[in-house]
């Protein structure tokens, strides 16, 4: 079999960082977002994503814009709308137990939304406490923020207290 030329394996999306390695990951939407987000750069992301073997992708994007294009491109993905207006309690009752069970039957998961915020991180930091993987939430928040490179802020910080109200 050839080995596949550089530009053939994609491009790493943007912000992208390990939560739980070879795991589960968080990166910015493919493409970028706004103004910024780029119809090829959207599809050389996608491309890495499904090179580095990821069996799922979750987007909490509120709108679904786009989402045809892991169908063309081969990867499987999630819908789970995370916006300003969508109830977090609700959100996090429906995605924790999922990312529980993709990642216990061996899948590598991504999640993203428009940005890496606080949105984010505070969900990726509930998620750790909840699944037990982290006992106590300010070990959770500190881990997240250090795997992250950025502090986390008030919205976050609630998002890792209401994580400890989601029945197992």
């Given amino acids: 079999m050839p080995v596949k030329g550089k530009w ?3 491009i790493q999306p943007r912000n992208f960082a390990w939560i739980l390695k070879d795991k589960l ?5 493919p493409g970028g977002y706004g103004v910024n987000h780029r119809r090829v750069r959207r599809q050389e992301e996608i491309i890495w994503i499904r ?21 063309e491109l081969g990867v499987a993905w999630r819908h789970l709308p995370f916006g300003p207006q969508d109830d977090p309690r ?7 137990p999922e990312l529980a069970a993709m990642l ?30 982290i006992p106590l939430a ?3 928040t500190s ?20 994580s ?3 029945p197992r």
Wanted: glycine letters at 10%.
């Fill in 104 to 133: 216990s039957a061996g899948g590598k998961v991504l999640v993203h939304q428009d940005e890496l915020s606080d949105r984010v991180s505070g969900i990726m930091a509930g998620y750790l406490l909840w699944s037990e993987v």
């Fill in 25 to 29: 990951a968080v990166c910015e939407r």
């Fill in 51 to 71: 090179e580095q073997g990821f069996t799922c992708v979750v987007t909490l994007i509120p709108s679904p814009h786009n989402l045809h294009n892991y169908d």
């Fill in 138 to 140: 300010p070990q959770a």
């Fill in 90 to 96: 609700e959100v996090a009752g429906t995605l924790f």
């Fill in 143 to 162: 881990v997240v923020e250090r795997l992250l490179s950025r502090q986390m802020g008030p919205l976050g910080r609630d998002l890792v207290a209401l």
């Fill in 164 to 166: 400890t109200t989601i």
């Fill in 8 to 10: 053939a394996q994609g």
